[in-house]
């Protein structure tokens, strides 16, 4: 049983820094990838950050470019999102995924493995 549990999320002024992590604890995707989305009130849900778990290949939406640096600690089946230069509109619910396919320039989500979410604020 796949259970992703987001952790690291709350309140922060705009300019600081906060570090979201996601365990998987019931299986490892060695073979695949893991992603940050993130979704605001009203809106879509949108790509953060994706990396791959054998060779640790980032990807990165263009909002977030040299600001936020994703990693991953394959013992511990976990992923983290180091998120710099936090800005108001980073203000969103950020949602982990896992075995999702990275590609060169695009990363496709498993819609099967979901956390529930982790709250980021950014205050102005």
């Known amino acids: 049983q796949v259970q992703l549990v987001e952790s690291g999320g709350g309140l922060v002024q705009a300019g600081g820094s906060l570090r979201l992590s996601c365990a998987d604890s019931?299986?490892?995707?060695?073979?695949?990838?893991m992603g940050w989305f993130r979704q605001a009130p009203g809106k879509e849900r949108d790509f953060v950050a994706a990396?791959?778990?054998?060779?640790?290949?980032?990807y990165y939406a263009d909002s977030v470019k040299g600001r936020f640096t994703i990693s991953r600690d394959n013992a511990k089946n976990t992923v983290y999102l180091q998120m710099n230069s936090l800005k108001p509109e980073d203000t969103a619910t950020y949602y982990c995924n896992a075995g999702g396919g990275l590609g060169l320039d695009y990363y496709l989500p498993n819609m099967n493995y979901w956390g529930k979410g982790t709250l980021v604020t950014v205050s102005s």
């Open positions: 990396i791959s778990w054998s060779g640790g290949r980032a």
């Open positions: 019931g299986r490892t995707f060695s073979a695949d990838a």
